[in-house]
């Protein structure tokens, strides 16, 4: 392990409303980046807020191992954004931490300044080569008027999720929509392959 100032964490179960437990922790790399207007639109997934995870496990009691960084896309929250995926890169996040994706959130509905882009693409590179997803949300106009516990959910579970209405109150924004699915289906694969070795060890046991 290198000499890495340890990232910000909770040293109990991240606090969560009643109810099934979250799939996926979505953690800010800083202020405002925009992890309780996620979480509040997937119900699957945990406001961690500017903490990782520290109570990581598979059992019923203890938190996902499963993450999602957030950064907002000006030039203080991508170098945030690396300065965490460099932390894990050197050990300095939770033991048992599994980085699922990153998600940088538009910070303005103009375009980016092209210093920014540059930066962007390489820190999304730098957490593709350490095996996570890239992913990017652009700005959503009617959020600026929602507050969270206004946010429709979209739910995986659900037979069927309501059609775009244009209203934001009963309906995520479509880019939300398909956000909230690829990261479903991302955290559901990387639990499912952390979850099958002690599957595979229980049935030994169980048939040897």
Do not use: K
Not at 15 to 38: D, Q
Not at 82 to 109: C, F, I, R
């Amino acid at each position: 392990m290198n000499d890495w100032p340890p990232v910000p964490m909770w040293h109990r179960s991240v606090p969560v409303p009643p109810g099934r437990p979250p799939l996926v922790w979505l953690v800010g790399v800083h202020g405002g980046a925009g992890v309780t207007s996620l979480a509040a639109s997937m119900n699957w997934a945990g406001d961690a807020g500017r903490r990782w995870p520290g109570r990581i496990g598979l059992l019923h009691d203890m938190d996902s191992p499963l993450v999602v960084l957030v950064a907002r896309t000006h030039m203080s929250g991508v170098n945030a954004l690396e300065y965490a995926l460099l932390s894990h890169q050197n050990e300095a996040t939770p033991a048992g931490s599994h980085l699922v994706g990153v998600v940088t959130v538009a910070d303005s509905a103009r375009p980016l300044p092209e210093a920014v882009t540059r930066r962007r693409q390489a820190v999304e590179a730098r957490a593709v080569d350490m095996g996570a997803r890239a992913w990017r949300l652009n700005w959503i106009e009617p959020w600026r008027e929602l507050e969270p516990h206004r946010m429709p959910v979209w739910d995986p579970a659900a037979v069927r999720n309501p059609v775009d209405e244009g209203d934001a109150t009963r309906t995520p924004p479509q880019p939300v929509r398909q956000l909230a699915e690829q990261i479903f289906l991302a955290a559901r694969d990387a639990g499912m392959e952390l979850t099958a070795p002690a599957e595979r060890e229980s049935g030994h046991r169980d048939t040897g």
